[in-house]
């Protein structure tokens, strides 16, 4: 499953403090047990003292490969542990626009 291995290689790369890996792909117009919409949320030490730019292009070379034969689209999440803290929840999706749904 594209899902478990998403959650492996970022649990190897970043020693995750939190990690949810969700598959979003029943919001859109794509077959019935598909993996091609994905959110991750990702709370690291890796990420103190780094941009939003950079945490995001550290998970999209950590998942490159899925990223180029798998994955249609991905949400990223990146926190540092304080940042998590402080938050009240993860933010929603937004609805598919396209596709008929």
């Given at each position: ?43 690291s030490e890796q990420f103190e003292g780094k941009r939003l730019l ?8 950590a998942l490159a490969d899925e990223l180029a034969n798998h994955i ?30």
């Open positions: 499953m594209i899902q478990d291995q998403v959650e492996k290689k970022l649990h190897l790369t970043f020693n995750p403090i939190h990690l949810q890996v969700i598959n979003e792909s029943y919001m859109h117009n794509v077959p019935a047990g598909s993996e091609s919409h994905f959110k991750v949320v990702v709370v950079m945490r995001h292009r550290a998970i999209n070379s249609h689209a991905l949400s990223i999440n990146a926190y540092t542990d304080s940042e998590w803290k402080s938050l009240s929840g993860i933010p929603e999706s937004p609805k598919c626009a396209g596709g008929g749904k």
